[in-house]
């Protein structure tokens, strides 16, 4: 298996429920990304890791939780969501964290009811 | 700060038109520009790259040339296909740890 990997493709959770987002890269990258995807706006970047430590924290809400346990996989964990955090969560993967192309999932579909 | 704005869609076009997407950015430095493509139902794949001044990226039939003079990157096709139906993203990257995306161009191509 190639690229970048996101499980699962779909997911409805309610506003007390905690769950967790995978994605796994098998491009042998260094860095890899969550970002936020919504409708009629840019991407906005939530995480980044290098060498599996955290670079960079967008100002994103403790309800969101990322995790990187070695430089393939990723997981976001999360907690007591809003409403207004349903969107497309896109996970991606680059060589090196700057300059270098990003590879990207196929992306989770969350729904918080 | 660093940014990217392109043209608002959605572009409709017929079969075998011509296709322009304008792309102008805003960036310190010498920024690396980018179109990525998403197709229904996946996750963005790089369409095309540019790393610096004058270099012209290519892909597909699409091409793309990083204009440090006007700070565009507009995004070409001399003839689309239905196939290219998706939404386009422009995006740049710089010194720092992100990058930088537009809000993405939807276009549909009609037979």
């Known amino acids: 298996e190639t690229g970048v990997t996101q499980t699962p493709r779909h997911l409805v959770m309610g506003m007390t429920n905690k769950k967790s987002l995978k994605c796994e890269q098998h491009?042998?990258?260094?860095?890899m990304y969550w970002y936020k995807q919504s409708a009629k706006k840019p991407l906005e970047l939530m995480f980044v890791y290098s060498l599996e430590e955290r670079v960079e924290n967008n100002s994103v809400p403790s309800r969101f939780s990322p995790e990187c346990p070695n430089s393939s996989h990723l997981f976001l964990h999360l907690h007591t969501l809003q409403p207004e955090d349903s969107a497309l969560y896109l996970c991606?993967?680059?060589?090196?964290?700057?300059?270098?192309?990003?590879?990207f999932g196929n992306g989770t579909r969350l729904t918080v009811t | 700060g660093d940014s990217v704005t392109q043209m608002e869609g959605p572009v409709t076009l017929s079969e075998e038109a011509f296709l322009t997407i304008n792309c102008t950015y805003t960036?310190?430095?010498?920024?690396?520009l980018f179109w990525y493509v998403q197709y229904p139902g996946e996750g963005l794949q790089l369409l095309l790259k540019?790393?610096?001044?004058?270099d012209k990226g290519s892909n597909k039939g699409f091409e793309a040339t990083y204009r440090k003079e006007t700070t565009s990157f507009h995004l070409e096709k001399g003839s689309v296909q239905v196939s290219d139906s998706a939404v386009y993203f422009c995006a740049l990257s710089n010194t720092g740890n992100q990058f930088y995306f537009g809000t993405g161009t939807s276009l549909t191509v009609i037979p």
């Open positions: 991606a993967s680059s060589q090196v964290i700057r300059l270098s192309p990003l590879h």
């Open positions: 960036a310190t430095g010498y920024p690396s």
């Open positions: 540019a790393t610096k001044a004058d």
């Open positions: 491009l042998g990258h260094n860095a």
